[in-house]
Every structure is written in structure tokens, then in C-alpha cells.
């Protein structure tokens, strides 16, 4: 049997002339195939929404507090493996140190004690040499050099104050 | 529907209250969506839920220049197909009732007989509806319960309208043929369209 232009005008979903509307119903007595199209039409534009059960938003409220509540207990369990993790990696890291603290902290702690002493005992030594310097060293240079040396170093501080100028006036990256 | 962008805006601040309703607004739309596509009213309950969850958790992202209701449908629709493909849906038996979710027949109706007989067409469509390819189902669910455009459509379901309009007719012709087919086994009955209502 032939459907055009039947079908074409169950699926167009367009309105019919009363002519066409008489045709597809004379069609419709005597072809099943284009009758289920027609009633598969019928049927889904009259459906209607299936609301849910009563209390929907009580239950997503419940089930949004509940997903907040995992995901706080998943974030906690989540930064307790994360620290743990960082404190076993340092401890492993520093195992060497603490191998030998753990042995005998009393021999460490006179090492550690000891280089203290022998770092104050050398600092004293280089101060003590700096002082004999300065004393000695200005009768050995000539008053040329020292007259150079204040003109250097004024010269450096009279550039480094035009540069500061300079950059206030015109500042850079702006 | 007229306080709808003020809720979004509110929730998209922090307001659970403006969430819950538009979780108390579009609760219909998604959950029969929902319900068509996947058929059960306990699958269809768990995947509406979910799908007020993701909106919850992706409403900073939402784009205000899109439709609300679009945007949501897509969600919805999306996770349940995800949803149908994971459990290489098994089409459920016609004769199965969902207690308490079918359309129940309007006894206040003038001819409780035709209201019955129309229950029964939906209860009918519901079930050859889980036979359909699940984008197929969510085109034409969107379609016939939502009153989506066909453009409308294609943004949800990431197709174009030729697509959209070549699975709509694809899906009615199966939806027809199924419809034949079981009538063919269930022997002679009225037709609808020889009411004067069609």
C-alpha cells in the first residue's frame, strides 16, 4: 500500500485542510500502518507529566546534607593521608640525622656544642686581626689613594641618587 | 516561574533556600524525564536527585544567557543516558505497573470507560518508549513532555536539527510499528482517532 502522502503528513506535525483531513481518515480505515502512527501521535501529545512523590525537596535536602557530610568526612580522611604521607617522606628524608639522634643525643648535642664554641673562638680570631688592620693599614697608604677612593665613592653616590630621581620621575613598568 | 533568575542568582551566591526552589519548580520536568527514560519510578526518583546534585555543584558555571530549564533537562537527560548505557538497559516487561507512579484513571472523568482506555495508551506508550536507542527516548520525551523546540533539542542532546528531526520521525515509526505489533496481538479494540476529538 502506498503511504505518501499520509505518513508525511502524520510526522510533519502540521495543521490539515478539512480536504486532507478527510483523505487521511478514509486512508486510516484501511491501513494499520499509518492507524498505529496516528495513534502513537494521539497518545504522545495527550501525555501528561508524572510528577514525583510528595516530599521531593525534603529528600534532596536530605541527601544534599548527607553528600556535604561525606564529602567533609572524605576531605578530613583526605588531609590525614596527605599529612601522614609528608611526615613519613621527611622522616625517611631525615632518617640518616635522626638514626644518629635517636643512638646517642648526648654526643650530638656536645658536637653541635663544641662547633658552636669553635665558631665563636674564630669569629673572635677575625675581629681581632680586623682591629690590627685597621690600625696599621693607613700609615702604609699614600693620601693619593685615599683621595681616590673618597672620589669614587663619591662619584657612586652622586649616580645613585640622579638614578633615584630619575626612577621616581619616570617610573618603569607602568 | 517569574522569581526563577532571582533564585539562580541567590543560589549561585550561596542561598540553599532560592536552591530548593527551583528544586521545587522544575521537580516535575526532571523527574518525568527521568521516569520516561528509564522507566521506573525508583530509578527515575535516584536519577532526579542526582541530577539536582550536579546542578547544585555546577551552578557557578552556569551561563545566565542560556535557558534555565534547558540547561537542567540536559543534565538530566545526559545522566540518564549515561545511566542506560552503563546498565545495557533490558527492556522491563509491559505487563510490569509502577505502584503509585502510573497515571491513575480520572474517576471524575464523564466516561470512566474512555479515561481507563486512555490510561491504559499511556501505561502503553511508557512501556514501548523503554524499547527506544536512549537519545532517540530523551528527543522525544524532551519533545512530547517538555514541549521542547527541536533547536532546543539539538543544544541538550549535542545534535543538530536535521538529527534531532530525523530521530523524532525515526522514533515514530518504531513507537508505531511496536504499537501495531502489540495490537495485532491483543486483538480488535476502538481506535482513538475515530473519536470526534481527533
Sequence with gaps: ??????????????????????????????????????????????????????????????????????MRTRNLWGFLILAVSVVSILAWLAWPVLKVVLRSPVDLLASWLSSLVSLWASLQAVGHVSAVLLRVAPGFIPASVWAAILLAAGGASLLWAFSLVKLTKNPQGV | ???????????????????????????????????????????????????????????????????????????????????????????????????????????????????????QEKDRLHCLLQSLDPTDRAAVVMRYWNDCSEEEIARTLHLTVPAVKSRLHRARRALASLWQAEAARNGPRRRPYESPAF
Excluded at chain 1, 496516528?38 to 497518545?43: D, I
Excluded at chain 2, 525508583?42 to 555543584?57: C, G, H, P, S
Aim: hydrophobic residues 40%.
Design chain 2, 1 to 119: 516561574m517569574t522569581d526563577v533568575p532571582a533564585w539562580i542568582i541567590q543560589a549561585q551566591h550561596g542561598d540553599d533556600e532560592a536552591f530548593t526552589n527551583l528544586v521545587e519548580a522544575f521537580q516535575t520536568p526532571v523527574y518525568n524525564l527521568c521516569y520516561r527514560m528509564l522507566g521506573e519510578a525508583a530509578a527515575a526518583e535516584d536519577a532526579a536527585q542526582e541530577t539536582f546534585l550536579k546542578v547544585y555543584q555546577n551552578l557557578g558555571r552556569y551561563d545566565r544567557e542560556r535557558s534555565f530549564p534547558t540547561w537542567l533537562l540536559s543534565i538530566a537527560a545526559h545522566h540518564c543516558i549515561d545511566k542506560l548505557r552503563r546498565r545495557r538497559f533490558t527492556s522491563i516487561s509491559i505487563d510490569k505497573d509502577e505502584e503509585g507512579q502510573t497515571e491513575l484513571p480520572d474517576r471524575s472523568a464523564p466516561d470512566p470507560e474512555t479515561e481507563t482506555e486512555r490510561k
Design chain 1, 1 to 70: 500500500m502506498n503511504h505518501r502522502p499520509f505518513d508525511d503528513w502524520l510526522l510533519a506535525d502540521q495543521p490539515l485542510t478539512p480536504q486532507q483531513k478527510q483523505e487521511l481518515q478514509a486512508h486510516l480505515q484501511n491501513c494499520p500502518q499509518c492507524a498505529a502512527l496516528a495513534e502513537v501521535n494521539l497518545a504522545l501529545t495527550s501525555a501528561r507529566a508524572v510528577p514525583p512523590q510528595a516530599g521531593f525537596a525534603d529528600r534532596f535536602q536530605m541527601r544534599l546534607a548527607a553528600r556535604k557530610r561525606a
